[in-house]
């Protein structure tokens, strides 16, 4: 019997129109375009402006990219998986609405949040999906309305984020490619280093957490950088030992778009050139959820039929991980 294993076949985007580049914040705070850029390797990230539009919106817009450029029929889809750590709302899952609105009429649908490894443990949870012979069709979206949790008073955090989308679609494959390993970590000491103090059911939104801003994102920054450079770099390099691949064997790592310093160092301990990193941080930001899937969209053109690609992200919780990913198919 052959075995089947889960691989994508198509992707998407999204990303809004307003650019809000690092000249524009040095006239909201205390920063500047070089510090900025030296220190995160962001350049400019995109912010949705719209009124009344929220992660769901880039999320529809991302699925109907996709269904365009596959001529996908939406009533195929078997499942739709919602990667996100800014829901549109608390209760009704956002991923609901959005299959409903690009015409998923067939697909169940729920969201998954594990802050920026969001997608990355989306991707482990479709694999399953369709290896188990359940379903055929799988369509991920990773999406993100970071702007709507950020302090544009806090240059901590400000500087870092930005709003996107992408979606792929996973289906099984009989050839071998596809997904082919996973390590996923997780350790709760990253509670306090990372995170949103009110909203939820130990403190919930009340006139006092609001006026003492406890809705934003609030970050140790140095200590979640210290995580997260051990973290991504460890998981990659123990997936490569794992699977006896050297850096010559790796086509493309595919990482999580943080900070370009932790990219570096992710690199560097896998022995890759930066030839082989994808990177589009100074375009973006960190779209959260969104990051992994926008990389592939940018890079589709690039991405060859059994090229071995390195999947890696950090987040909060903390969340962390790798996996290894031959790709499916060349674009004609």
């Not at 169940?108 to 479709?126: E, M, N, P, R, V």
């Not at 012979?133 to 999406?143: D, E, M, P, S």
């Not at 997904?179 to 350790?187: C, H, N, P, T, V």
Request: glycine share 8%; with cysteine; aromatic share 8%.
């Amino acid at each position: 019997m052959t075995k089947i294993t889960a691989a994508i076949t198509a992707v998407g985007k999204y990303v809004p129109d307003f650019v809000l580049s690092n000249q524009v914040l040095e006239t909201m705070v205390d920063t500047n375009d070089e510090w900025i850029t030296t220190r995160t390797g962001i350049k400019e990230r995109r912010i949705l402006k719209e009124k009344d539009k929220g992660t769901s919106f880039m999320a529809i817009k991302a699925a109907e990219d996709l269904i365009a450029k596959t001529g996908l029929d939406p009533k195929e889809i078997d499942l739709v998986l919602m990667a996100t750590t800014t829901p549109d709302m608390p209760v009704a899952a956002t991923g609901v609405y959005v299959a409903t609105q690009i015409g998923a009429v067939n697909a169940f649908s729920y969201d998954l949040q594990a802050a920026c490894s969001s997608f990355l443990y989306g991707l482990s949870t479709a694999t399953s999906y369709v290896e188990s012979g359940r379903y055929k069709k799988v369509l991920l979206i990773g999406a993100d309305k970071m702007s709507s949790i950020i302090d544009y008073t806090d240059r901590a955090t400000c500087i870092i984020f930005g709003d996107g989308a992408g979606a792929v679609l996973i289906e099984p494959n009989t050839e071998g490619l596809g997904f082919q390993d996973e390590i996923l970590r997780s350790d709760g000491i990253g509670r306090e280093f990372l995170k949103i103090e009110a909203g939820g059911s130990i403190l919930p939104p009340s006139e006092e957490t609001v006026k003492n801003k406890q809705h934003y994102v609030h970050q140790d920054g140095k200590t979640v950088f210290k995580y997260a450079v051990s973290g991504m770099a460890d998981v990659s390099e123990q997936i490569m030992k794992r699977n006896n691949l050297s850096h010559d064997d790796i086509n493309w790592l595919v990482p999580h778009q943080a900070n370009k310093r932790i990219i570096d160092a992710t690199a560097h301990r896998m022995g890759l050139n930066e030839e082989k990193v994808l990177i589009n941080i100074h375009k973006y930001g960190n779209t959260t959820s969104a990051t992994l899937p926008l990389l592939l969209a940018d890079f589709e053109d690039q991405l060859k039929k059994g090229d071995n690609l390195i999947f890696a992200s950090f987040g909060g919780g903390f969340t962390w991980g790798a996996i290894y990913l031959k790709w499916a198919y060349t674009k004609k």
